[in-house]
Structures are given as structure tokens and as C-alpha cells.
């Protein structure tokens, strides 16, 4: 079955800290894997995209990476921001253009 | 980024009445797709739309959903009588022809059935 799982469900992170959201995912044929930032009541918006190739990209203080082998995938935000406070949906691309949507890390940035 | 507008932004309804839901692409388009979240669940694919003609379903767009795209901009999403359980964020996203195949999804239009 086609199907993304993240982790952890939720967090708390103090202003200007670090943190890592994983994903795992199961679709084939996978294309690419994407993260997504979805702010109360908004839609996704796409942060990175990762092709099979390709071990990390960054987006600002957004990095990801991607193992293809392990099908697994990590999303680390750096230096915090209040305006981080979200809900990251790692997203899987596979067969014709279809999408796979993990539950979302919901993250909370507190000053 | 191609910009997506949704209307309403919120809509409330009776079960059993009809609601259709509007996308706006601003910019031009070939694909569309609409998907839902239901309050704390995953967002799931619901249908895609090319050509003006549904190229792809998923097991939840029954038949009390249809598409269309009547005047060749706003792309609609009908559901003919409302469940309790169609209370959901309708999210429309969009995708340009060639190249990339980015979705850019909309704001939302949030469902409350009651």
C-alpha cells in the first residue's frame, strides 16, 4: 500500500533551537519526495523536492534529505522562528503523478 | 508560484443539501486536482482533471461528487447531498503543463456539514 508516515506527531521547541521531523515512506514507482508547510487554515505550500538521486536539499534554514534505500526521510529546521510554528507534511510522488500524504509533524515554537 | 483562490473560504450546510465548491487558477493550468482533510487526518486525493475530463479518481469521489470546469476558468467540485462526514478542508491544487510537476494548492474551502 501506498503510504507515508512521519514523526513525531507533534513537538514544542524553544525559539531559535533546532529540530528534525522524519518520514517514512512506502509507494512505488516513487519520483520524488517533497515537504510541505501547511499554516493553520492554509493550504500545503512546498518547501523542498527531492528526486531519487539526491541525498539533501535546503531550502533556508530548511534542510532535507532523502535515503532512497531506507525510503526514508528527515526535515531539519534551524534557528527556529516563531512563524515555524506549522503543521510539515512530507509528501511522496509516485506513479502518474499521484501524491502520497503523510499525517503532518505538527510543530510549535514557543519564545 | 501560481497563484490559487478557493471559494468560500467556509461554508456551512444541512446534510442532504448541495454545495459546490470553486477553484480560480490565476495563471493558465492544464491539470487540476481536488483533495480533502478531514479535521486531524492526512490530506487524501480525491480526483484529478485534464482536457476537461476526469483522467483519475480515488475510491472516496462517488457519485455524489462531480467535476466540471464550465466557463473554462473555475473549476468546480459538487457534492450533491451532503454527509456529516463530508465535513472537511477542500483544498484544490493546480499544476502547469511540462516540466515540473509541482501541485500548488489553495487556500481551502473549509466544509461544515451539520
Not at chain 1, 72 to 99: E, F, P
Amino acid at each position: 500500500k501506498n503510504q507515508v508516515e512521519q514523526s513525531p506527531q507533534s513537538l514544542i521547541i524553544l525559539e531559535g533551537k533546532n529540530c528534525t521531523l522524519q518520514c517514512n515512506y512506502t509507494v512505488s514507482p516513487f519520483s520524488n519526495l517533497r515537504w510541505y508547510k501547511q499554516d493553520t487554515g492554509r493550504g500545503p505550500v512546498s518547501l523542498t523536492i527531492m528526486t531519487f538521486s539526491e541525498n539533501t536539499k535546503s531550502n533556508g534554514r530548511y534542510t532535507a534529505t532523502l535515503d532512497a534505500d531506507t525510503k526514508q526521510s528527515s526535515l531539519h529546521i534551524t534557528a527556529s522562528q516563531l512563524s515555524d510554528s506549522a503543521s510539515y507534511i512530507c509528501v511522496a510522488h509516485y506513479g502518474n503523478n499521484r501524491l502520497a500524504f503523510g499525517k503532518g509533524n505538527q510543530v510549535v515554537v514557543i519564545p | 508560484e501560481p497563484e490559487v483562490t478557493q471559494t468560500p473560504s467556509h461554508q456551512v450546510t444541512q446534510m442532504g443539501q448541495e454545495v459546490i465548491l470553486r477553484c480560480v487558477p490565476i495563471s493558465n493550468h492544464l491539470y487540476f486536482y481536488w483533495y480533502r482533510q478531514i479535521l486531524g487526518q492526512k490530506v487524501e486525493f480525491l480526483v484529478s482533471f485534464y482536457n476537461n475530463e476526469i483522467s483519475e479518481k480515488s475510491e472516496i469521489f462517488d457519485d455524489q461528487f462531480s467535476v466540471e470546469r464550465p466557463d473554462g476558468s473555475n473549476f468546480t467540485l459538487k457534492i450533491r447531498s451532503t454527509k456529516l462526514e463530508d465535513s472537511a478542508m477542500y483544498f484544490c491544487a493546480v499544476r502547469m503543463a511540462g516540466g515540473t510537476d509541482t501541485q500548488y494548492f489553495g487556500p481551502g474551502t473549509r466544509l461544515t456539514v451539520l
